[in-house]
């Protein structure tokens, strides 16, 4: 099975501290994703990555960084947290290729600034 | 650009009653289309997706969707709701081509009803 784990869960920060996300996959996948979500709103795309040390935006980039080192390891990077960052954020990834490959999601993780 | 269309933001059924989800998309290209089920405090997961071929996908625990070009409608039905059916569902697309990145409705939250 595809494994896509984000090491903290539930995380509780405060206004402008640079808060880091992890996210790492098993399966050797090349896409790497950064989605954010919020009631009423969906999913929405951050970044993503098709290869290591390649990062494309998504809809919503604005106050994030990502860094991708190795290719199992996708990180999402809160330069300076803010209560309006407040939300879930999930990782997920797939395999390079065709679009049509499946995507799949870690458990998300919790912030809360404050 | 790509949009997702979810009908009905909360939708109730008895158990044992049909379920039906709702999802249309804008595109001049058909897209390839996902079904993804979020239970409370978890990621999310595959329900189904329709790349090419038999536009009746089935997919896990009963669900099936049906592709329809004419209507730009990709539905998701269960003949008979159980109660662990209840869940956040989404319906997400990505652009036929090289994009890889997926599209997200605003999610439609099952309540099941003994």
């Known amino acids: 099975d595809v494994k896509v784990t984000q090491s903290s869960r539930y995380l509780v920060k405060r206004t402008g501290e640079k808060v880091f996300l992890e996210c790492v996959q098993d399966m050797d996948h090349e896409n790497m994703f950064w989605y954010r979500q919020d009631p009423g709103l969906g999913l929405r795309l951050i970044y993503f990555?098709?290869?290591?040390?390649?990062?494309e935006k998504g809809d919503i980039p604005e106050g994030y960084s990502v860094s991708r080192e190795k290719k199992e390891r996708f990180s999402l990077i809160l330069e300076s947290a803010s209560t309006n960052q407040t939300s879930m954020y999930l990782c997920?990834?797939?395999?390079?290729?065709?679009?049509?490959?499946?995507?799949?999601f870690g458990e998300g993780s919790w912030l809360t600034v404050v | 650009a790509q949009s997702v269309t979810q009908l009905g933001s909360h939708v109730s059924v008895s158990e044992g009653a049909l379920v039906l989800l709702r999802c249309n998309y804008s595109s001049s290209v058909p897209p390839y289309l996902f079904w993804y089920v979020q239970y409370p405090n978890q990621g999310l997961q595959l329900l189904l997706k329709?790349?090419?071929?038999?536009?009746l996908v089935k997919g896990i625990n009963g669900f099936e969707a049906e592709f329809k070009k004419s209507e730009t409608s990709f539905h998701l039905t269960k003949p008979s709701a159980h109660m662990s059916d209840a869940a956040e569902y989404f319906c997400?697309?990505?652009?036929?081509?090289?994009?890889?990145?997926?599209?997200f409705g605003s999610g439609t939250q099952l309540t099941v009803l003994p």
């Open positions: 997920a990834s797939s395999l390079g290729g065709p679009s049509g490959n499946t995507i799949y």
């Open positions: 329709y790349t090419t071929g038999a536009t």
């Open positions: 990555s098709y290869d290591v040390k390649m990062k």
């Open positions: 997400a697309v990505i652009p036929s081509g090289s994009a890889r990145q997926l599209t």
